[in-house]
């Protein structure tokens, strides 16, 4: 449950409508400037097995924002996250007792992308909660860091981190230090502080922005204090900085740079051999002080490879390093089966590669590896809209990075224009990806069941821009395989909105046809012109779909939300009671909560009784 008390009217945080299961169903805006005063208990939504009890707001900040979210509460420990809402599975930032008065947070990080992000406030653990105040505020520019000072092999210098420090993206002060490295140079840094929870980075700069290569916060048998072997992968500066693990600690530290130690001794394995091996406390360590095998093959530019690690002793973790031994890439669970893993990987140039293969922990035994080559990635097949057509996902088909088989389609389209795709099958669990066609293939969207008829997939989107698009058809499963049906639709451009009066009830009905959401929900939107101080009173009725309503205003493209709410009147019927904040032409959604519903409607706009 919460209340919101607006503290500044200025904004420059863009809400944008969702609707759809990636959010709990209580997700509320949250303005710059305000603050929210509300309560987790009973009734609010849990995550997995109970772990903790959350609430969640929706919010949508352009590039470059550097924003700061503060919880606090005098009845349980809190604790922040925030996600990206395409991307509810990765948390881009979190703290707990950042604020550094007790068990409140401070939660700072820089928006790198312009999207919408979800704030999740929750309790540290468990299902206990209480009344808590949040505020998201936007911070001023950071200062221009200055020049890093210099560290040189075999040096130790001793240093504090200060509240006048520079400060990193995510809010964290640092101090950086500079040394000149040769590609395949390996190094061993070591942080120490007695005053804080110590992190060491070492990266980059690119494009005037540090990028991380590689970092440590509690490096092996020394407590708190960070140990870090670093291999450097080509000629050239690299930085260290020095940060703590929470915003508000500060103090002293020292800092050494000392040659790393030689690498584990590769044996030799071809692609498509099986071998092996024992993990035995008498093997190397790796550079995390873990006992692993080293294997080193040959591979071809562009060549993809299959990585497969089993064991029945221990929980398997398989990594993949180029000849300079800098990591490629990592797996843990990926296998078909249990604790066993899978790696699946591209490789970039022709050349020597090496496998590490470890326990998860330090646990030893016997395991299987084994490299497989795959189905390098072929050229898409073009597809029109309108077409139906009937495939195969096969042995033989190229794998995406989570190891499915899957085939590919472009076909053109132009900015606004609004496609649906449906795939169907009786074999496996379908799963249907868009993405832009140039470069590396990253999905813009995604769909699972969204045909609400079992496993099926529908995905609605609006393409962004003019161009050349990749719709992949794929099981959702690795080791799924078998036949399926997929269809692409052209379906124009986003509908425009009709007109309502105040008074007056709007009847409707939500088709595949009608305009959708970020989250591919179903709506359809109303303008209505208002003065300032005007009070609405919206409802919406319907019994063939969870009714959700929302008014607010176009700003840049995006639809900014001034009010909504899902369950106001009952379950699934919804009421807002909403005032003009100015005199203006707003617009009422009024559509599903859940992708994919359609069914009649009832819209109802009138004033609110004194």
């Given at each position: 449950m919460?209340?919101?008390t607006?503290?500044?009217a200025?904004s420059?945080?863009a809400?944008v409508l969702?609707?759809g299961?990636?959010?709990?169903?209580?997700?509320?805006p949250?303005r710059?400037?305000?603050?929210?005063e509300?309560?987790?208990g009973e009734?609010?939504?849990?995550?997995?097995?109970?772990?903790y009890r959350?609430?969640e707001y929706?919010?949508?900040?352009?590039?470059?924002q550097?924003?700061?979210?503060t919880?606090?509460?005098?009845?349980f420990d809190t604790v922040?996250?925030?996600?990206?809402?395409d991307?509810?599975?990765t948390?881009?930032?979190?703290?707990?007792?950042?604020l550094?008065?007790?068990?409140?947070?401070?939660?700072?990080?820089?928006?790198?992308?312009?999207?919408?992000y979800?704030?999740r406030?929750?309790t540290?653990s468990g299902?206990?909660?209480?009344?808590?105040t949040?505020?998201l505020?936007?911070?001023p520019?950071a200062?221009r860091?200055?020049r890093p000072?210099?560290?040189?092999?075999?040096?130790?210098?001793n240093?504090?981190?200060t509240?006048r420090?520079?400060?990193?993206?995510?809010?964290l002060?640092y101090d950086a230090?500079?040394?000149?490295a040769r590609?395949g140079e390996?190094f061993?840094v070591?942080?120490?502080?007695?005053?804080?929870?110590?992190?060491?980075?070492i990266?980059r700069?690119e494009?005037g922005a540090f990028?991380?290569?590689?970092?440590?916060?509690d490096g092996?048998?020394?407590?708190?204090?960070s140990?870090?072997?670093f291999?450097?992968p080509?000629?050239?500066?690299?930085l260290?900085r020095?940060?703590?693990?929470?915003?508000?600690?500060?103090?002293r530290y020292?800092?050494?740079?000392?040659?790393?130690?030689?690498?584990?001794p590769?044996q030799?394995?071809a692609?498509g051999?099986t071998?092996?091996?024992?993990?035995?406390?008498s093997?190397?360590?790796?550079e995390?002080d873990?006992?692993?095998?080293?294997?080193?093959?040959?591979?071809?530019e562009g060549?993809?490879?299959?990585?497969d690690?089993?064991?029945?002793?221990?929980?398997?973790v398989v990594e993949?390093?180029?000849?300079n031994?800098?990591?490629?890439?990592?797996?843990?669970d990926g296998g078909p089966?249990?604790?066993?893993?899978r790696l699946?990987?591209t490789?970039?140039r022709?050349?020597?590669y090496?496998v590490e293969?470890?326990?998860?922990s330090?646990?030893?035994?016997?395991?299987?590896l084994?490299?497989?080559?795959?189905?390098?990635?072929?050229?898409p097949?073009?597809i029109a809209?309108?077409t139906?057509l009937?495939?195969?996902?096969?042995?033989?088909d190229?794998r995406?990075?989570d190891?499915?088989?899957?085939?590919?389609?472009?076909f053109?389209g132009?900015?606004?224009?609004?496609i649906?795709?449906?795939?169907?099958s009786g074999?496996?669990?379908t799963f249907?990806?868009?993405g832009?066609?140039?470069?590396?293939?990253t999905?813009?969207?995604s769909?699972d069941?969204?045909?609400?008829?079992?496993?099926?997939s529908?995905?609605?989107f609006t393409?962004?821009a003019?161009?050349?698009y990749?719709l992949?058809a794929?099981?959702?499963?690795?080791?799924?395989?078998?036949?399926?049906?997929?269809?692409l639709?052209?379906r124009?451009?986003?509908?425009?909105p009709?007109?309502?009066?105040?008074?007056s009830t709007?009847?409707?009905?939500l088709?595949d046809n009608?305009?959708t959401t970020d989250?591919?929900?179903h709506?359809d939107a109303?303008?209505?012109t208002?003065?300032?101080d005007?009070?609405?009173?919206?409802?919406?009725?319907?019994?063939d779909?969870?009714s959700f309503v929302a008014v607010?205003?176009?700003?840049?493209?995006?639809f900014?939300i001034?009010g909504?709410?899902?369950d106001?009147?009952?379950?699934t019927?919804a009421?807002?009671?909403?005032?003009a904040?100015?005199?203006g032409?707003f617009?009422?959604?009024?559509?599903?909560y859940?992708q994919?519903q359609?069914?009649?409607?009832?819209?109802?706009?009138?004033k609110?009784?004194?």
């Open positions: 919460r209340r919101q607006i503290l500044a200025a420059s945080l809400l969702a609707a299961p990636v959010l709990a169903q209580s997700a509320e949250l710059i400037g305000a603050s929210v509300g309560s987790l009734g609010d939504a849990a995550a997995e097995d109970d772990a959350f609430d929706l919010v949508s900040a352009r590039a470059g550097r924003l700061e979210a919880m606090r509460s005098g009845a922040l996250e925030v996600r990206r809402q991307d509810m599975d948390v881009i930032g979190t703290d707990d007792d950042g550094g008065d007790g068990t409140d947070s401070r939660l700072r990080f820089t928006v790198t992308e312009a999207g919408t979800i704030l406030a929750r540290l299902l206990e909660g209480g009344a808590y949040l505020s505020t936007e911070r520019p200062p860091a200055p000072s210099g560290i040189r092999l075999g040096q130790t210098v240093g504090e981190l509240a420090d520079p400060e990193a993206d995510d809010g002060p230090f500079a040394f000149r590609a390996r061993a070591a942080l120490d502080s007695e005053a804080f929870d110590p992190i060491v980075r990266g700069m494009s990028a991380e290569l590689a970092q440590n916060d092996p048998d020394d407590g708190l204090n140990r870090l072997v291999t450097a080509d000629d050239g500066e690299y260290i020095v940060t703590p693990l929470t915003a508000a600690a500060e103090g020292s800092l050494s740079l000392r040659e790393g130690p030689a690498p584990l590769a030799p394995i692609i051999a071998v092996t091996g024992q993990l035995a406390e093997d190397g360590k790796n995390s873990i006992p692993a095998d080293a294997w080193r093959f040959e591979g071809r060549q993809r490879v299959r990585i690690m089993t064991s029945d002793d221990f929980d398997t993949l390093f180029d000849d031994r800098v990591s490629l890439g990592e797996d843990d089966e249990g604790t066993n893993s699946t990987f490789l970039p022709t050349g020597s090496v293969a470890r326990a998860f330090t646990a030893t035994g016997d395991y299987e084994s490299i497989t080559a795959v189905e390098a990635d072929r050229a097949d073009a809209f309108g139906k009937e495939g195969e996902i096969g042995e033989t190229p995406d990075g190891d499915r088989g899957y085939d590919a389609f472009t053109s132009i900015e606004g224009q609004r649906q795709a449906i795939m169907r074999d496996f669990d249907l990806q868009i832009k066609a140039e470069g590396e293939f999905a813009l969207a769909d069941d969204g045909l609400m008829e079992g496993t099926d529908r995905l609605y393409l962004p003019d161009g050349d990749v992949r794929l099981p959702l499963g690795a080791d799924a395989k078998g036949l399926y049906a997929l269809e639709v052209d124009g451009p986003q509908p425009q009709g007109s309502i009066l105040i008074g709007a009847w409707g009905a088709t009608d305009a989250s591919n929900a709506y109303y303008r209505i208002l003065h300032e005007e009070k609405l009173l919206i409802t919406m009725v319907s019994n779909v969870d607010g205003q176009e700003e840049d493209g995006k900014e001034l909504s709410d899902d106001g009147l009952t379950d019927h009421k807002l009671e909403w005032t904040p100015e005199d032409t617009e009422i959604r009024a559509g599903a859940q994919g359609t069914g009649v409607y009832a819209l109802t706009v009138e609110q009784q004194p």
